[in-house]
Every structure is written in C-alpha cells, then in structure tokens.
C-alpha cells in the first residue's frame, strides 16, 4: 500500500476538521473492512486516514421515540446480538447475522458500510423495507435522508466531501404489521446473496387486507431498490398467489442486476419474483400475528 498518515480525533468536530483540511487525501475509516482491501488492491490510495475509533458515543445502540437508534461506529455483531434491536426490531437482528462470517461482522461497522455503498450488502435492504434514515455530519451540519436515497449509484453515496455517517435511526414498525428478510444464496453462507429481500406488511384490524407494504431488493442492481410499484399492488389487496404474482411480475420489471458469478442477469430477475413472494409471504403471516395480539 502507498505510505499515508493516520489521524485519530477524539471528536467528531476534530475528524471534520482533518477532513476539511485534506479535502480528496483523506478518507475516513472504522472497521476497515472494505477499506483496507481497497487500498491493498490499490483500487484507492489515500494520503490520510482519520480514524473514528476515538470519538465517543458513536457506537450506541438506543431507543428513539419507539423505534431505535444505531450509531455508525456500532458493528455488525453489535446490532445482531443487541438485546434492543432482537426485541423491537427482530428482522434487523436477522438481517445482520446473515452478513459475511463473525469475523467480518465484529468489525464492520454500520455507518462504514452503508458509506462504502456495495449494492449487495445485506443490511441495507432491511434498512429499506423498515423505513429507515441515515445521519449524516458535516462542517455545514447535520442531513438525514431515507436510506434508499442515500445509494446514488454503484458504489457511490450521498455523502458530499467532508461529511461523515453518524447513525441510522429506524422507526417502530406500525401495529399490526410484520418484516421478513431472506436471501437467496447458491454459493457459501458467506457469501453475497444472488438475490435478497426485505418486506414490511402492515394488514387492516381484522388482518384480511392489507394497508401498505414496503419492499426493497439487493443484489439486482447497481443501488439497493426499493419495488414502489409491486408495493402500490398490495395496498387494500387481500393476500392469496395471484397477487403474489403480480408483486413478482412488478419486481421483474424494476430490478436491472448485472450477471456475474452468482448468476446471469436473466437468473436474478426471475429469482427476484419468487424470492418477493416469500418474503411477502413471511411478512404478512408476522402480521396476522401481530394483529391478532393488538385485538
């Protein structure tokens, strides 16, 4: 790797501060996970890393207004093992032990993946489906934007020059509604999925229609998508296997995934629809269940 200097604040107007200062030379780093292998391929070789290991505060996991807080520097392992997150949040607990091995998943931190952009990543896709928002921090303040705006395009972020993920807020899901998360894998339980989804479905008091829907893909495109339109088919919908196949249908026509050694592009469209079905499936028997213990 290229010789750089490393520089660990202990605030994160100290880490801004550095970043102002070195503009294109510097690139932030947590966990390392992606970074570091970056800069060993020397697809990047920044002369400045600003560590954000020091500044406290920013790995905490904590509720807000019902729903729960993640702060960047929380791990992978942090937020699948939170007793928090496992009680109100059951999904995302899921979702992140699906990721990589323990290995990875005790170093990778939250806010450096979703900065680092991978369009395959697991975490993301429920992120989406839950609604969620990221924090962002910069020298001209503070943004929030919702986590399916925040992937511009293949691994390219929201983030402007000198700014810097501080957390991931995920609201409380609604009464009466459940999330499911699967994830199609061919290859090693570590690896990147072929397709993965996440599905919320919230259903009426009597759980015989539903009431909105939210469903987000990974690995079939460019970005995280969210299917707007195989979620504007399910509203005052009931459930049964024609409307699952219209969501299917409507998912096809949204995803562009590129082929690769996980699959042709042809292969990951057509999994895209039989994977949203189940997830569909999962969510929506959640929340019967859900609505039945709200009666």
Known sequence: MRAFEYAAPRTLDEALA????????????????????????????????????????????????????????????????????????????????????VRIRNMATVGGALAHADPNQDPPVTLIALGARVEIC?????????????????????????????????????????????????????????VAVAATVSVDPDGERCRAARIALGSVGVTPIRARGAEGLLAGQRFGAELLRGAGEAVKGAVDPLSD???????????????????????????LVSARGTR
């Open 261 to 287: 050694h996980r699959g042709s592009a042809a292969y990951k469209r057509e999994m895209a629809g039989v994977m949203v079905g189940r997830a569909l499936t999962r969510a929506w028997d959640a929340a």
């Open 138 to 194: 910069g020298t001209d303040g503070r943004r929030a934007l919702p986590v399916e705006e925040f992937f511009r395009d293949y691994y390219e972020s929201a983030l402007e020059p000198g700014e810097v993920v501080i957390g991931v807020v995920v609201p409380q899901l609604a009464p009466a509604s459940g999330a499911a998360y699967v994830k199609f894998l061919p290859r090693t339980a570590d690896d990147y999925a072929t």
């Open 18 to 101: 550095v970043l102002r200062e070195h503009g294109d030379e510097a690139r932030v780093i947590a966990g390392g996970t992606a970074l570091v292998t970056m800069m060993r391929q020397r697809l990047v070789s920044p002369g400045y890393l600003v560590s954000l290991r020091d500044i406290r505060g920013l790995d905490r996991i904590e509720a807000d207004n019902g729903g729960i807080r993640i702060g960047a520097l929380a791990t992978h392992r942090d937020v699948e093992t939170s007793p928090l997150v496992r009680e109100r949040l059951p999904v995302l607990a899921e979702t992140f032990r699906r990721v990589a091995s």
